[in-house]
């Protein structure tokens, strides 16, 4: 090689091997200090992409569980007002049972009237339960019903072959044997709508059970206090009704059984609770008789159309992914409990007589039922979100990890590699040195 002083070439050389290893540190020195092999996308455009997307999915995760853990407050929330209605409930069924023995006075059963009033006041604040300043169990949280549903009552006690048109005195058990209804005995029926109960008594005769519901709904009573509602629609099969979400419901078995409707859907025309009952003609109550001919039980509720104003709980990364959960009417008129006549007047369940504390007593069982069916559907959807959160978390978990494999430095690698580096750069800077001192020769000739 030439000896030169305007170009001095290996260092030059050396000076670019050492910056290389400059850059070679500086990222080695990166990667240790941050702990990820990919800082930037000039690391590796395709990984950087790949876990940037999954940075995204794991926040998207965490979000999603957090909203599933609102979304359980939330439901906490109303089924604790649903559970202090049930408790109501119950007492309120001991106050009934208890309205109906005539051991009490008509003092004692008023006071039991001011007890049965104060609660169905208390149901109603239950009702108006608020979570983050929205009301749950008053209807508004609702799915969405087109079409207002009719209650619907079934008898599956009766005989397959029994129709509303069949004589009392000739009706059979759901095992063919006569009920021995005898013409001379004493029908009574009893029925709430709006709060009000109204009772009607005949001989039984040649009746048939349209009689029945036809004498029921008839009189000064249900005219004075201007109900809405009355027995109307009657089917004898397996068709029970159609529900509030449109669809047809069966019996069980397929088989035929006898159901009754009022004749106006909604809750106006709600008929919260009606009771039949057989005196004889020595004045005393047929009870094996009423539990087959009263076994009437609520398969479709009343309920007024509304919009779709579901609760909707987003539990998914993409669009749409979410828990719908529609919450009902927990109010004392959506159980039965109240109403309003059409002069406006509040009415709730009168206990003040025998015969109506011996009406409100089915009222009080198709309420229970009622607020019972609310309370386990929103456990059923607490419960599932306990799986939604398991599952979000678990999805994180892995996200995660997968992200990490992409992302994280190894650190004994990287630790090993920058001390490779480093080494280099000392050894780079010690020949630069060499490499600018070996221009100090050509002095030498210049002597």
Known sequence: MALVVKNNMSAINTLNIMNSNNNALSKSLQKVSSGMKINSAADNPAGYAISERMRVQIRSLDQDNQNAQNGQNMLKTAEG???STVDILKTLKEKVLDAANDTNTTFDRKTIQDYLNQAVDQINDNANTTYNGQLLIDGSKNKAI???STVTYTNSSLSTATTFGSALSSLLDRNGNSLNILKGD????????????TTTSFSVGTSNLTDVFNNATSGTAYNKFGNSASFGTTSANSVIGTTAEGLTMYTADGSSALSISSNQAGTAGNISGFTISITGTDGNVKKSVNSVLDAWSEQISAQDKSNDNAINMQIGTKSSQTIRVGLSDMRAKALGLQGVSTDGTVQNLDVSTRANANAAVNVLDNAVQKALKEQTKIGAVENRLDYTQSNLTTQSEN???????IRDANMAKEMTEYTKNNVLMQASQAMLAQANSSSQNVLQLLQ
């Open 399 to 405: 996200v995660q990890a997968s992200e990490s494999t």
């Open 81 to 83: 007002s649903v559970s």
């Open 146 to 148: 087109s079409t207002a």
């Open 186 to 197: 004493t029908v009574s029926i009893s029925y709430t709508n709006n709060g009000k109960t």
